[in-house]
């Protein structure tokens, strides 16, 4: 398989935000970038050197960042309200949603160096409850790039958005998963791969291994269909409910705690819909130990392997 | 979105333009009128609702009203007007005082007002911008409107719009430190044409601010922030007016105004309970 060939090139994600932000300043000057004291963490140094009136730096201060944001907003522009994602989603979570979702200013919230991307930094730089909390609340979508291709693809449709957004913006280094020509909307998965044996459902950093794991499965006879969501919210409820329908069992994987996110909402759909087999990869409701996050991804399971074991489990115990 | 009242509208513009031709002490009987009007009506629905913040809702209306009335440009049958001026009120509990006031400018129509608080009514116990118009964010909890005002002040700058930005805090609300983050956004910024008015009412929900957490000095706090402060009387119309329609020079402006919360009924005055 020539996308599995291209895995060892990997890419981080934030020079194609950084570019694409840029491109659209140029092309429509209401875009305007706003950070915590993160030029740099945030990718918008280049930003900043091409537009410093349209860099707003309110210091360290997100509740602040976010509320301006919207108030940029109500006054007619397009803000990027870039922050680290746990500061970002966290510290401001009452602004994300009186502010920015509630309000349904168009703010585009960009979490960078999200999941466990901080890895040594520890559990207070860790992002993971985000997709828990953000989905808890309404009329945001909630969008999750898997490699530079992606990240690009989300800023420009959040540009254009005419309502509020959060963007995950991956650190941790990715190899290229989107095929060419793939379209990019609200609610619609991409099918990576076709198998009508299990289904590895996947989002951000987990998708290029359960490529992987699909691999490896169909070379033991397995036919693994890979889904990769781009919009845990909203979801795309036909692919996975096609996959619950056609496939013994889905696997779930994400960078994420899995108390509330692509698992539980792939679980909440099945359950209620069309009920079958469930392994749901994630983060426990766990602090991390120390380490990178290589170290960290492999202690929490979130590996081709584990995905690819959690598929066999499925093959073993579900009945057709 | 609730829709106007094209006749309250036209009542509205005319008074406008009758104010902005006085004096403030010539225009403040009809401000005076006017409050008297708003607070009736605010009465009667948080009567009616059995909800509502009365105390805080009459120390703020006559603040409200001399901004809408005296002051801001803003044009009820165009609520979204890209060029209006923005009030925000961060004390969004006295959600009441404010929609009595917009249903007297036209930006809907009065019988609105008897839907407060029930099932399915745009009047929410606090401001809903999708569905109300003339408010320009959601407010509820506390120290939310001051960022998002600081945000549409310099949305003005980087337009180099003319128009300004009126923020309305509750004192006791300024105990939430996302406010001070904003005064500093505020006056790093140098964002003249944002007014910050602080409800100085002395009281919250549970006793004197004093007694809870000490706000004074407050003006002294503004002011080492980097903001030009006034203080003015709240209930005094023309003190109100003359104070907003001169314009901030280079720093932010605060104007800390002395209100009574209750203000105009004896019996509620300056109570906590």
Same mark, same amino acid.
């Given at each position: ?7 060892? *090139? ?5 020079? %194609?935000?950084?570019? @694409? ?18 030029? =740099? ?33 109500? =006054? ?69 790039? %898997? ?22 913006? #991956? ?66 409820? @036909? ?24 698992? %539980? ?9 069309? #009920? @079958? ?5 994630? *983060? ?35 009945? *057709? | ?80 007007? +890209?060029? $209006? ?9 006295? +959600? ?67 128009? $300004? ?30 007014? +910050? ?73 300056? $109570?906590?309970?």
């Amino acid at each position: 398989m020539s996308r599995q060939t291209q895995a060892d *090139v990997l890419h981080d994600c934030r020079e %194609a935000f950084a570019d @694409t932000l840029i491109a659209l300043a140029r092309e429509d000057e209401r875009i305007v970038a706003v950070c915590n004291d993160s030029v =740099g963490s945030s990718n918008l140094t280049k930003f900043k050197a091409e537009f410093p009136d349209r860099l707003i730096n309110v210091g360290i201060a997100e509740q602040d960042l976010v509320g301006v944001a919207a108030g940029l907003a109500n =006054g007619g522009l397009i803000p990027f309200a870039s922050a680290a994602a746990p500061f970002l989603t966290g510290r401001a979570l009452e602004q994300v949603k009186a502010d920015v979702a509630y309000s349904q200013a168009r703010v585009v919230l960009c979490g960078q160096s999200p999941g466990l991307a901080y890895g040594a930094l520890g559990p207070t730089h860790h992002s993971i409850e985000d997709l828990s909390w953000l989905r808890a609340v309404a009329d945001l979508p909630v969008v999750v790039p %898997a490699d530079p291709t992606q990240t690009a693809q989300a800023v420009r449709w959040a540009a254009a958005n005419p309502g509020p957004s959060y963007l995950r913006v #991956p650190r941790f280094p990715v190899p290229d998963v989107t095929p060419p020509g793939s379209p990019f909307q609200p609610g619609r998965a991409l099918r990576l791969t076709d198998g009508n044996d299990v289904t590895l459902i996947a989002t951000g950093t987990m998708v290029s291994r359960a490529l992987r794991a699909a691999d490896s499965l169909r070379k033991e006879g397995i036919g693994a269909r890979v889904i990769n969501v781009v919009f845990v919210e909203p979801l795309d409820t @036909t692919a996975v409910l096609e996959a619950a329908a056609q496939t013994r069992g889905i696997v779930t994987a994400e960078e994420a705690t899995t108390t509330g996110g692509l698992g %539980a909402a792939v679980a909440s759909l099945t359950a209620q819909h069309r #009920p @079958t087999h469930l392994r749901i990869l994630g *983060v426990p409701r766990s602090f991390a130990p120390t380490g990178s996050a290589t170290f960290l991804l492999e202690h929490f399971g979130l590996t081709a392997g584990h995905i690819a074991a959690a598929a066999h489990d499925i093959m073993t115990h579900a009945t *057709v | 979105m609730l829709p106007a009242d094209p006749a309250q509208a036209r009542r509205f513009h005319d008074v406008r333009a009758r104010l902005a031709g006085l004096s403030p002490a010539e225009a403040a009987p009809t401000l005076r009128e006017m409050a008297q009007r708003v607070r009736h009506d605010d009465l009667r629905m948080v009567y009616r609702a059995g909800l509502g913040h009365l105390g805080g809702d009459f120390s703020v209306t006559d603040i409200l009203v001399t901004l809408y009335a005296g002051v801001l440009n803003v044009d009820p049958m165009h609520p979204l007007s +890209a060029e $209006r001026d923005r009030l925000v009120l961060s004390k969004g509990h006295t +959600a009441g005082a404010l929609y009595a006031t917009l249903a007297h400018c036209g930006f809907f129509a009065r019988r609105e007002l008897e839907t407060f608080a029930a099932p399915e009514s745009a009047l929410n116990g606090h401001p809903n911008r999708t569905k109300v118009p003339g408010v320009e964010t959601n407010t509820g909890p506390l120290g939310h409107g001051f960022p998002v005002a600081a945000g549409i002040a310099l949305s003005a700058r980087l337009q180099a719009s003319p128009r $300004r930005t009126f923020v309305v805090l509750g004192d006791g609300e300024l105990q939430e430190g996302s406010n001070w983050e904003a005064a500093m956004t505020a006056a790093h910024y140098g964002l003249s044409s944002l007014f +910050a008015i602080v409800d100085r009412n002395g009281l919250q929900q549970g006793a004197r601010t004093e007694e809870t957490s000490h706000l004074e000095p407050l003006a002294a706090k503004w002011t080492s922030f980097g903001w030009e402060v006034r203080e003015v009387d709240g209930h005094d119309h023309a003190q109100l007016l003359s104070t907003f329609r001169q314009p901030g020079t280079t720093r932010p402006v605060c104007v800390i105004a002395h209100t009574v919360k209750g203000k105009g009924v004896s019996f509620m005055e300056d $109570r906590v309970e």
